[in-house]
């Protein structure tokens, strides 16, 4: 069956950034800033990505205003019809660079704060002073006139904070607050033994999240992203692989998920030799998770199969070695006991971090 066109691009525009988050999704391994694609080469993309039916891009990273022609590229991706989403750490912003970015025709941003106060969120972000700087961000983004939503990746050494976090959302006049349990690829899985909540206090934090949007209702919007490790079932990951959405990393890899390189054995198409449809529509690498067929028992005729999509292939990889394996966050996995492990160990673990360097 001939797959729908996606809805979204991830444009990974840079690895570069200035913080050093301990759940941080990139690689392990970074690309180069020498590597990166080239303004020309983005913006053919965003073309691409457009007249394949994306009606949105994220334009992520890394810090994506790391990057110089920001603005060049937002202009770009608006120019070729896109909604532009900027998702930021906001410690490089500026307000002549808001002004260039919206006059380019950025249409929204997403902040990021590691915590709700500056000891917190510069000891967890890696980066002194970073907290500050994201509150003078926020306000102007607002008086950019740009709509914001606050990211808050929440883990057993923030979630405490969590009610000061939805108060800062609303005094920073955000209109969407994502409260994001930290997902376990990357970097961030050599910090899961620091950073894994007990269910106990993933359990205050769904009351905090429930009551907060009663509360506020009308005037924040929280999104709410549930912990793998405490789950029966998984999440639909990228709303299954090759279905909804595709990534483009820094160097130019056409990929199904921003951790798909985290697979080995996939051979990704690049921007540089295939176009975007080319790759969705042609490339084995995504035809080789998408729909049902793929799938192992328990998935094979489960009632869930085309909601979960059998969960998440780059967690299966990481924590089985098997990308084609039944994610372990399913109970009905045979490797659903290491999530209760982890947290186990988590649980009597240190709380230092390992930042990259
Ligand atoms: Fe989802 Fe597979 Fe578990 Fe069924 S068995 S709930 S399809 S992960
Ligand atoms: Fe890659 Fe879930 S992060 S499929």
Redesign the pocket.
């Known amino acids: 069956m001939t797959p729908e066109p996606p809805l979204a691009l991830l444009a990974e525009l840079t690895h570069r950034c200035p913080l050093r988050c301990p759940y941080c999704s990139n690689p392990t391994a970074l690309t180069g800033s020498s590597d990166e694609l080239d303004t020309a080469t983005w913006s053919r993309v965003f073309a691409e990505a457009a007249a394949l039916g994306c009606l949105q891009v994220h334009l992520s990273g890394g810090e994506p205003t790391a990057r110089r022609d920001i603005a060049d590229l937002v202009r770009a991706a608006s120019s070729a019809g896109l909604y532009t989403n900027l998702i930021t750490a906001g410690v490089l912003l500026d307000a002549p660079k808001l002004a260039a970015l919206a006059a380019a025709g950025l249409d929204h941003v997403q902040l990021s704060v590691q915590d709700a106060e500056a000891v917190g969120g510069d000891r967890i972000g890696g980066f002194a002073g970073g907290h500050a700087k994201k509150l003078v961000a926020a306000r102007l983004i607002r008086e950019a006139g740009l709509p914001l939503t606050l990211n808050a990746v929440v883990h057993r050494q923030n979630l405490g904070n969590l009610p000061a976090i939805i108060e800062l959302a609303l005094a920073l006049g955000a209109g969407r607050l994502e409260v994001a349990h930290v997902q376990y690829y990357g970097w961030a899985l050599a910090n899961r033994a620091a950073l894994l909540p007990t269910r106990a206090q993933l359990e205050a934090a769904t009351a905090i999240v429930e009551a907060a949007r009663a509360a506020h209702r009308g005037r924040l919007v929280i999104d709410y992203v549930v912990p793998d490790y405490h789950a029966q ?2 999440k639909a990951c990228m709303g299954g692989w090759g279905r909804r959405f595709l990534a483009v990393s820094p160097a130019g890899r056409i990929l199904p998920c921003h951790a798909a390189e985290t697979i080995p054995g996939m051979a990704y198409p690049t921007v540089r030799e295939t176009s975007l449809r080319e790759a969705w529509y042609g490339s084995p690498a995504f035809a080789r998770f998408r729909g049902t067929g793929w ?1 192992p028992a ?2 094979q005729g ?4 085309e ?5 998440c292939r780059c967690q299966a990889f990481a924590l089985t070695g098997d990308a084609g394996a ?2 372990p ?5 045979p490797h659903h006991t290491l999530l209760a492990e982890a947290v186990a160990d988590a649980a009597v673990a240190e709380a230092g971090f390992t930042y990259r360097q």
């Open positions: 079932r998984p799938m328990p998935c489960c009632e869930r199969a909601q979960d999509w059998g969960g039944t994610d966050a399913c109970a009905l996995s």
